[in-house]
């Protein structure tokens, strides 16, 4: 199949990584991809996001190119891009919606003249915010099918979710509660999305297949330094460790706005021999060393942040369960749905004391350390192997094609 990825900005910057498996996989299997980011910005971060390039057709959100295409679009179909430009403003609830919307919509109107020019089978958004708004535009002048991914705050932003819940071939929800909250913003009976998780290569020939003997206990958080990710409380929870002369080094990989003020609590609790700052490490460096088991335990403290915003399913989690790596992480977003089963270690939010006895408990139980890193495995290979989860959604897209035809 031909299918057209609409992202925020990937492959650029490091906050859509998560989506390269399922691209890497597409193609894999053999189907043709054209990555189109809305708003390209950023550096290449990810080290695989270089070959993307080769498969992406990038503009500024607003180009000479863009208004011309769209002009062209209006001129030769005005009812189709004016109807399309009529419900995006009954639709849009707000006004700072309404703004977001009309500022993507030309390159909506652009992106249809790319979907017709490369005979594209099907158009795919990740993110049911904007980049979604620019696939109903595109989708619906160049008559080809659509869908979108909902993540997290893209459907608690609730961009003319029930709009577009119509107007989509389907819509795939990460998780449960991605699911039952786009079910609670589409107001129509009988409507249900696909839940299908975001998938991880597995990391099968692993190196090690034994606990590593490290004489201090080894801990990983490999995040951005953002609110929602809560390292503050994994640093308290490694000050309460320390103080009772418990041996621990925590490294801390990622880059963010919050790194200096986290690096400065580190300093004030004294921190400097027990806590590293990796900065951002290459992906397929981390992975390497999680399959030669430098750490014991992944952790990722997550919270809600202020603005609302959670986690879906982290991929960072995944990533090490398929390593074989045991992990501890909070009872927010979907990670629950992840770590069920005793896939892992769930805590209340924003408890350092929590964190810190389940850490403790992990690293003075060698034998429930390794049945939590069996059963972490296990579960990721079962739910979360982005093969299975390609195999489904070229499926459906199968489906809209069968359909149109």
Known sequence: MRIVYVTSSLPYGPGEAFIIPEIEELKRQGHEVLLVPMFPRGKLFHEKAVSMIDFTRSQPLISWEILKKAICNVLSMPFKALSTLTLIIKYSNRIDILAKNLVVYPKGLWLA??????????????????????????????????????????????????????????ARAIDSRGAQELMSHAKFADWTPHIIHMGVILQIDRVHNCIPSHKIFRVIMAANFVEKKGHIYLIEAVQLLCHSGFQIMLDLAGDGPLKSDIESKVKNYRLEGNVNFLGAVPHSQLISRMRDREWDLMVLPSIEDSTGAREGIPVSLMEAMSCEIPVISTKTGGIPELLEGDAGLLVPTKDPV????????????PVLREQLAKNGSKRVHEEFNVKTVVTKLVSLFSECRKTKN
Do not use: C, Q
């Open 113 to 170: 003249y790319v979907v017709r020019d490369w005979r594209a089978e099907h158009v795919h958004a990740h993110w049911a915010a904007t980049t979604a708004t620019m696939a109903l535009v595109a989708a619906g002048l160049s008559r080809v099918p659509w869908s979108f991914t909902a993540h997290r705050w893209d459907i608690a932003e609730n961009n003319l979710i029930a709009l577009k819940t119509r107007k989509a071939a389907f």
């Open 354 to 365: 929590a964190l810190a006895e389940a850490i403790e408990a992990l690293a003075t139980d």
